[in-house]
C-alpha cells in the first residue's frame, strides 16, 4: 500500500499523465529538434527526464540519493515507442517501490542527500518539480513545433 501523503500522490499522478499528454503529441521526428544554441535536443531533454525518475526511484530503495553514474541513454529516446515503454516500466517500478515502503518508512525515514535529508513525502515532491521543469521546457519544443498544448498543461505550466 502507499502511503505518501494522498493529495500529494494524485497530484504527481496528474503530473505524470501531463507527461504522458506530451508522449501523445510528438513523433519520432519531433525527438530530433534542436532549438539551437546550448540547448539540447529534445531526444536528449526525454533521456534526462527518464534517468532523473531512475534515480528518485533508486533513492526510495536505498533512502541515499546519489547522481553517481548519472547519464542519459539515449537509446531510450530513440523513438517515441521506446520512451513509452521507458517510461510505463520506470512508473510501474516507482510504483513497486513505493507500495513497498511502510507507513513508518514514509512517516520517520529520510533520503539522505549527503549534505542534507529529505522526508520520503519531499522527495517525492521534489520529483514532481523535476516533472514540471520538464514540461515547461517541452512546452517550449511543443510550440515550436506549432503543436497543440493540452488545455491542462496551458493551465499548470502556460
Do not use: C
Not at 499522478?13 to 539551437?36: A, C, F, H, N, Y
Not at 549534505?115 to 518539480?129: A, G, K, L, N, P
Amino acid at each position: 500500500m502507499n502511503h505518501i501523503e494522498p493529495m500529494l500522490m494524485g497530484v504527481i499522478t496528474e503530473t505524470v499523465e501531463m507527461r504522458d499528454q506530451v508522449l501523445g503529441l510528438i513523433s519520432d521526428q519531433d525527438l530530433g529538434l534542436s532549438l539551437g544554441g546550448d540547448n539540447p535536443p529534445f531526444a536528449l531533454e526525454w533521456a534526462l527526464l527518464a534517468e532523473t525518475q531512475r534515480h528518485y526511484t533508486d533513492a526510495l530503495r536505498t533512502f541515499r540519493m546519489t547522481w553517481e553514474g548519472y547519464a542519459p541513454n539515449m537509446a531510450d529516446a530513440q523513438s517515441v515507442a521506446s520512451l513509452k515503454a521507458v517510461f510505463a516500466r520506470q512508473d510501474a517500478e516507482m510504483d513497486a517501490v513505493l507500495n513497498g515502503l511502510s507507513a513508518d518508512d514514509v512517516a520517520s525515514r529520510q533520503v539522505d542527500h549527503g549534505e542534507w535529508q529529505q522526508s520520503v513525502d519531499i522527495h517525492m515532491s521534489v520529483y514532481r518539480e523535476a516533472l514540471l521543469i520538464f514540461l515547461s521546457r517541452a512546452v517550449v519544443h511543443l510550440r515550436f513545433l506549432r503543436k497543440p498544448i493540452p488545455e491542462k498543461i496551458q493551465l499548470w505550466i502556460g
